[in-house]
């Protein structure tokens, strides 16, 4: 049983940065990889930034050099900085969490309910 809390969308010109935030709540025995993923009109979800327990961060390389994902493991939170955005990067942002909720469980996952990012020309 976990919950996901984002923040951090809006509106942007291009050029300029955001922050999104994800914070991961409730029952839990381990949270495992993280990621963001996004869907634009029209499009299929896409993997923007995964982040593993272990810290490491593999991105689309569409944001490569753009955009930065981190983790606060004490929080059961990540962050996405968001550089040098482009109005490509329009779509509505969402926050994965894969984690076991006991130690004999199986891996589940859990979705946001998203956070819309526009990046105007």
């Known amino acids: 049983q976990v919950q996901l809390a984002e923040s951090g969308g809006g509106l942007v010109q291009s050029g300029g940065s955001l922050r999104l935030s994800c914070a991961a709540s409730?029952?839990?025995?381990?949270?495992?990889?993280m990621a963001w993923y996004r869907q634009a009109p029209g499009k299929e979800r896409e993997l923007v930034a995964s982040i593993t327990r272990g810290g490491r961060e593999r991105y689309a390389a569409a944001v490569q050099g753009r955009f930065a994902i981190s983790r606060h493991n004490a929080r059961n939170t990540i962050s996405l900085d968001m550089n040098v955005l482009k109005p490509e990067d329009t779509a509505v942002y969402y926050c994965?969490?894969?984690?076991?909720?006991?130690?004999?469980?199986?891996?589940?996952?859990?979705w946001g309910q998203g956070t819309l990012v526009t990046v105007s020309a």
């Open positions: 409730g029952s839990f025995f381990n949270i495992h990889d």
């Open positions: 994965n969490c894969q984690y076991q909720a006991a130690w004999h469980a199986v891996e589940e996952e859990v």
